[in-house]
């Protein structure tokens, strides 16, 4: 398949996970990402056709799994609870910009074009208008948490290309990833959360936002990358504040305003511009 549309794939899983989120934000945050990455590492089961040779990874290969799913969610976690949300979410969405601009650093036969430059400065703006155009405030106000949400950025950005640097492994190892990942993420529950009781109800969204976004999507960003030109990538992956915006929107009966619209003429001509060839 196509590695752009692996990546598009990705994007809208990953665009369900605010109306998720919504649904289950009672739930402590940790937990959530503990027991959602422990459903989606299932995923590898018959990906790997009940394989478990598939799972192996060098231990380096591993560590920089859980760098990338463990540290992009710990730090996210941390930032949204020091830093107003939406500003702290807008710093987090550097990451698509970070994929295109760190890509010649991490990957020697990459070269940056003022093409891709652009795509990224163009949707990166195209974001920011999705996310502003929300609503909440978007007084500029210095907060701590400031940091986390940029190291949580910068982490994805350098994971997603890193593993283009490692050696070759197959995507079902992402299993082993999520289950490490979902493992340390219970352990950070058990630690700084309290002990809450889930419904038959939670189980069951938890059990979708396992197989989807914080599951299938990881799954299909891997296969992306391996197929695919990562500064491209990194372009179509700022349709993932538009489409989570919009499928909120849809979620609450509303209709999108004029920011959400010219948002989505930016982003969508960022890509354009960024795959044209």
Not at 177 to 204: I, K, M, N, Q, Y
């Amino acid at each position: 398949m196509n590695a752009n549309a692996l990546a598009l794939g990705a994007i809208v899983l990953w665009a369900a996970l605010a109306a998720l989120g919504v649904a289950l934000s009672h739930v402590p945050p940790f937990l959530l990402t503990g027991l959602s990455l422990l459903m989606g590492s299932a995923i590898a089961l018959p990906l790997s056709r009940f394989d478990w040779r598939q799972w192996k990874v060098p231990a380096s290969t591993l560590a920089l799994g859980v760098y990338g799913l463990f540290g992009f969610h710990f730090l996210l976690f941390i930032a949204l609870r020091h830093a107003p949300p939406v500003q702290a979410n807008l710093i987090n969405y550097l990451w698509p910009l970070g994929i295109v601009v760190m890509a010649p650093l991490f990957l020697p036969d990459v070269s940056l074009t003022r093409r891709h430059v652009l795509a990224a400065l163009l949707g990166f703006a195209g974001a920011a208008l999705a996310i502003l155009g929300r609503g909440g405030s978007a007084e500029v106000v210095w907060a701590w948490g400031y940091i986390p949400a940029a190291a949580s950025a910068f982490i994805w950005a350098s994971y997603s290309l890193l593993t283009k640097r490692v050696k070759p492994f197959p995507t079902a190892a992402i299993g082993s990833f999520a289950l490490a990942s979902g493992l340390l993420s219970l352990v950070c529950h058990w630690w700084l959360e309290p002990a809450t009781a889930l419904s038959t109800r939670d189980l069951l969204l938890i059990a979708v936002l396992g197989l989807g976004p914080l599951g299938g999507a990881f799954f299909l960003w891997d296969a992306a990358l391996k197929r695919g030109d990562a500064r491209q990538i990194g372009v179509l992956s700022f349709l993932t504040p538009l489409l989570s915006t919009l499928t909120l929107l849809l979620v609450r009966g509303e209709m999108p305003g004029i920011p959400v619209v010219v948002a989505a003429a930016m982003i969508i001509g960022a890509a354009v511009l960024a795959t044209r060839r």
